[in-house]
């Protein structure tokens, strides 16, 4: 008799090639971590915006010689931050004031009010505006960073 003679693979190579995959595609996942990157680039939208909403209620002020209080109005009033940057802050953008910021900043400072990348809210930016301390500074923040301890607020 003739000795048959197999072609292809044995089950144990195809088991070792599989292994192998998966092993390297873990290690590449692990390495990339999606959902750490689109954090951290959500988190770089939340500070490129609170730039933008400081430089521009800055710039309002400092062109038509006005003050954060021109922002004061019977329905909104930007109060003290509290030491946590809590309740006494204003959302910039939520329905009891988009018009006094919109109208102050679009389209001269601002093509639009900034809204953060996670908001669902039709209404509400996610972003948030007060007066710091004693000194007259303001305050923006994006009080909905992610992260562990993730605090993105700049005061000028």
Known sequence: M????YRGFSLIEILVVVALIIILAT????????????????????????MQILNAVTQYTSEQ???IADFNTETVSIAKCDATGGPTMITVGTEASPSIFEQ?????????IPKDPSS???????????????SGRIQVEAPDAEGENKRIAVKR
Do not use: H, W
């Open 2 to 5: 003739k000795d048959k003679k």
């Open 27 to 50: 290690i590449t996942i692990i390495a990339i971590n999606p959902a750490k990157n689109f954090r951290d680039a959500r988190n770089a939208q939340r500070s490129s915006d609170v």
């Open 65 to 67: 010689n006005k003050t």
């Open 104 to 112: 102050r900043l679009v389209p001269d400072f601002l093509v639009a």
């Open 120 to 134: 669902t809210s039709e209404t509400e930016t996610g972003y948030t505006i007060c007066i710091a301390g004693d």
